[in-house]
């Protein structure tokens, strides 16, 4: 198998895990009386949403739900698909919307329409990257890791086209890629 190309680094695996340590502190520090029920936007959230929860304090559990807003490549095709597989226990109870990036939020609308109609007390989101420029539907993101700009970035989770999630950082799909070294 080829390596993977030299894609420029946009946010390294260093500073996720000082940025996630940090976002769970809030967290632990906003929800003292009652733990929030963590749930993952699968699959690109589930990277981001582990070390989430090993960084918090008290040992919640990560629930998962999926969406479908992108066909294939970098394009949304607008329409979002909520798929929950298992029935999330929420009646009552605070969710905390993990995401890997929100970009048109309507992936997170979506998602706050779910829950609220199954009876959730309050919702909330942590996006590790927050694409604002791309924004179709205004959103409330409660905690934000990074805001990058408008650009496709695959890696700790994310892909494109099922590829490249398991870089360890964030990186850049849609620039040019860095020249390979010459060897003579
Ligand atoms: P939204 O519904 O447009 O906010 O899209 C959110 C979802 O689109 C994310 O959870 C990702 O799965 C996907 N997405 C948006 N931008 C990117 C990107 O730059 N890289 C990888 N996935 C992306």
């Avoid at 906003?30 to 918090?56: N, Y």
């Avoid at 970035?153 to 490249?164: A, H, Q």
């Avoid at 964030?170 to 020249?179: C, E, H, R, S």
Wanted: proline share 9%; charged share 20%.
């Amino acid at each position: 198998m080829p390596p993977a190309p030299p894609f420029p680094i946009l946010i390294s695996n260093a500073q996720i895990r000082r940025r996630t340590h940090e976002l769970a502190r809030q967290i632990a520090a906003a929800h003292q009386d009652a733990p929030p029920v963590l749930v993952a936007v699968m699959e690109g959230a589930r990277t981001f949403a582990l070390l989430l929860a090993r960084s918090l304090p008290c040992g919640l559990p990560v629930h998962a739900i999926s969406a479908s807003s992108y066909g294939s490549g970098t394009q949304s095709s607008g329409v979002v698909k909520v798929v929950e597989t298992g029935d999330i226990a929420v009646r009552g109870r605070s969710v905390l919307l993990v995401e890997d990036i929100v970009d048109t939020g309507r992936t997170v609308t979506a998602m706050r329409g779910h829950f609220l109609s199954k009876g959730a007390a309050g919702f909330s989101v942590v996006t590790l990257l927050d694409k604002p420029a791309r924004r179709v539907v205004p959103v409330e993101l409660r905690y934000t890791g990074f805001t990058i700009p408008d650009t496709f970035v695959v890696g700790f989770g994310m892909d494109l086209d099922g590829r490249w999630r398991e870089l360890p950082d964030v990186v850049l799909v849609d620039a040019a890629p860095a020249p390979r070294p010459a060897v003579h």
